[in-house]
């Protein structure tokens, strides 16, 4: 990957976006490839015996972070397009013996770096993956993970901080993977990968159901793996000893769509949002229908509508086709202009309320009981010094500030960074006022 590109992408200069709040936005946002789509299925082309090549790939800090961590590993990784540009497209090749740890230093920064669990298990015989730990977004266990790969005959040990994982050789199993809040999707997506190159057949009940678990299987399946069920709560997987490559395209962000339906209902004018998938997004229409949003749904494609008035709604995150957690914060941004009280209960991550705080330093009226927000909706926003916890949290704080009257400045936007494609730019075409700038005070 040309070195310009690697380090644009992993930009670590701190940064803060200002933004002067009161526009309303209108004309139309172009949805880039899926970052939790593509998480899993870069870590998958480890289990390639060929060269793959993966198109529309989201340029963006957790590509970049996945990027280094494979070529430590050993695989060459090569990037083709700007990162200005929409997507990338990437070629890897895993050839010969790989390296089997990812340490600490990497696995702390994303989470997701778990992925690579499964199939260097598969290939090498043996995983030494750092143990990810809590974030912004609470408590993130991976015993889920580490069942499935014990039941296709895994030896697992954690040693100081370290996921220690060696099989000589991996065999087809019966597993179940629900846990006490659902369902877990980067646990499934491993046992899926894990599964790939084991003798005979896995069957993975109470599976996750999201997009980026078919998405994954329609990858596993492009390199010859059977795998049947995605989508479902029962994944079958036929192991195969040689896996080939393949050239795979990125399907759209289904958050990242979301993310721009709701900024329509709470700041729009008349946005149409481009290249979607609207079949994934079901339940956020259903929550805009109680909220009175006009909205109209195309093939690939919505257009969402402001209206002057909101109604306020009640509202729980679920494991897919529920409504998804990674939308919770976006959509308490928007309560906070309903005429009401509003409610969203935290399902899935039930500490993920970072930016209650932050929302109401900017004039919002949300009262945390355990896992539900309370949203006095209707108060004038003002803007305000707010930092960022999270990537969704992130968002939120962006939409809140464009309705917020005067300036508001986003503190530690890396975090939004891992996970929007040049979010400013796209709304400035929409007609906001976004400027990202050197953050002088350093956070
Ligand atoms: N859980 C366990 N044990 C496990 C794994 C998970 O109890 O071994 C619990 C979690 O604590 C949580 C629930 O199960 O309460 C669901 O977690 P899941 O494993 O499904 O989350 P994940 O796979 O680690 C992905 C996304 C998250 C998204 C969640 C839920 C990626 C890279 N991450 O995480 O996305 O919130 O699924 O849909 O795909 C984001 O993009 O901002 C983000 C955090």
Redesign the pocket.
């Known amino acids: 990957m040309p070195a310009a590109t690697i380090s644009r992408m992993g930009n670590t200069q701190v940064q803060q976006l200002e933004i002067h709040g009161g526009k309303v936005l209108n004309g139309t946002v172009e949805i880039s490839g899926s970052?939790?789509g593509s998480?899993?299925i870069l870590f998958a082309s480890i289990l390639a015996e060929e060269p793959v090549t993966l198109r529309n790939v989201p340029p963006l800090s957790?590509i970049h972070t996945t990027l280094k961590i494979l070529s430590e590993l050993g695989l060459s990784v090569e990037s083709q397009g700007e990162v200005d540009a929409d997507g990338l497209t990437i070629r890897i090749a895993a050839a010969g013996e790989l390296e089997a740890t990812a340490p600490y230093d990497m696995v702390r920064r994303m989470?997701?770096s778990?992925?690579c669990l499964g199939p260097l298990l598969a290939r090498q015989g043996r995983a030494r993956v750092s143990l990810p730990g809590g974030c912004a977004?609470?408590?993130?266990?991976?015993?889920?993970?580490?069942?499935g790969l014990r039941a296709l005959g895994a030896d697992i040990r954690i040693e100081h901080g370290y996921i220690e994982a060696r099989a000589d050789r991996l065999v087809g199993a019966t597993t179940y993977l629900s846990?006490?809040?659902?369902?877990?999707?980067?646990?499934?997506?491993n046992v899926m990968m894990a599964a790939s190159r084991a003798e005979g057949v896995t069957t993975i009940e109470g599976a996750?159901c999201?997009p980026?678990i078919r998405g994954l299987a329609r990858f596993l399946q492009a390199l010859g793996v059977p795998v049947e069920g995605a989508g479902t709560h029962q994944v079958r997987i036929e192991g195969q000893p040689n896996l080939r490559g393949a050239d795979f395209t990125m399907p759209p962000d289904r958050?990242e769509a979301g993310t721009y339906i709701l900024t329509g209902a709470l700041a729009g004018g008349e946005i149409r949002v481009e290249g979607c998938d609207p079949s994934e997004l079901r339940s956020l229409f259903d929550v805009l229908e109680r909220m009175g949003v006009p909205h109209e749904i195309g093939e690939d494609y919505v257009i969402v509508t402001g209206v002057p008035r909101l109604k306020p709604v009640d509202v729980a995150t679920l494991?897919?086709p529920g409504f998804?957690?990674?939308l919770q914060a976006q959509l308490m941004a928007v309560l906070t202009r309903a005429q009401g009280i509003g409610l969203i209960t935290e399902k899935?991550?039930?500490d993920r309320f970072m930016h209650v705080a932050e929302l109401n330093r900017l004039g919002a009226r949300i009262r945390k009981e355990g896992p539900t927000a309370i949203i006095d909706g209707g108060h004038r926003l003002s803007g305000a010094d707010v930092m960022a916890s999270?990537?969704?949290a992130s968002a939120s704080l962006v939409m809140a500030g464009l309705i917020a009257e005067g300036t508001t400045r986003i503190h530690r936007i890396y975090h939004l960074d891992r996970?929007y494609v040049n979010m400013e730019k796209k709304l400035n075409r929409l007609g906001a006022k976004i400027e990202r700038i050197h953050d002088e005070s350093g956070v």
């Open positions: 970052k939790n998480l899993p957790d989470r997701a778990i992925c977004i609470g408590d993130r266990p991976v015993d889920l993970h580490l069942k846990g006490p809040f659902g369902p877990t999707v980067l646990g499934t997506a996750a999201e980026e958050i494991p897919f998804p957690t990674d899935v991550y039930p999270d990537l969704r996970g």
